[in-house]
């Protein structure tokens, strides 16, 4: 699994015009599932983002965790993130897992972080999505699960 982590100040995912996700202070999550994926993945990368110490403490340094702050996620499926464009011009999909393995596991990685006490918003797999979103640094940062 692969993970663009964003810290932000306020977030939402809008579809056709209508928000289905929002929220304050914490971070957006893009995630992307590969074929060989597990729950395992899910699991190592549920506990790494939550506890990733990259909010500022009162010295302005990051020390504290999206936990330690009360933060909140908002998680965006993005099978684009595995897009090979190392070929032509055209992105190729093809390690991309196939939709019901990615949404199956998309669900458990949310599940995994709403059983942490986050409070987890999301996006609508597999539709088109408007994301909008107040970067907070900005703070971007890419985790995966395979090393």
């Not at 908002?74 to 999909?93: A, E, H, M, V």
Request: charged share 30%.
């Amino acid at each position: 699994m692969r993970v663009v982590v964003q810290r932000s100040k306020k977030a939402k995912v809008t579809v056709d015009e209508r928000i289905v996700g929002q929220i304050s202070k914490g971070l957006v999550l893009l995630v992307g599932v590969t074929h060989e994926d597990t729950e395992a993945d899910a699991a190592f990368l549920a506990e790494k983002i939550v506890n990733l110490r990259i909010f500022e403490d009162d010295a302005g340094k990051m020390n504290l965790s999206l936990i330690d702050v009360g933060g909140e996620i908002l998680s965006i499926s993005q099978f684009t993130l595995y897009g090979d464009c190392r070929k032509g011009r055209r992105p190729n999909f093809m390690d991309a897992a196939r939709p019901d393995q990615a949404n199956l596991l998309y669900e458990t990685f949310n599940r995994l972080l709403r059983n942490k006490n986050i409070k987890v918003e999301t996006g609508r797999f597999g539709a088109m999505m408007d994301v909008d979103l107040t970067n907070d640094g900005p703070v971007t940062l890419i985790i995966e699960s395979k090393s």
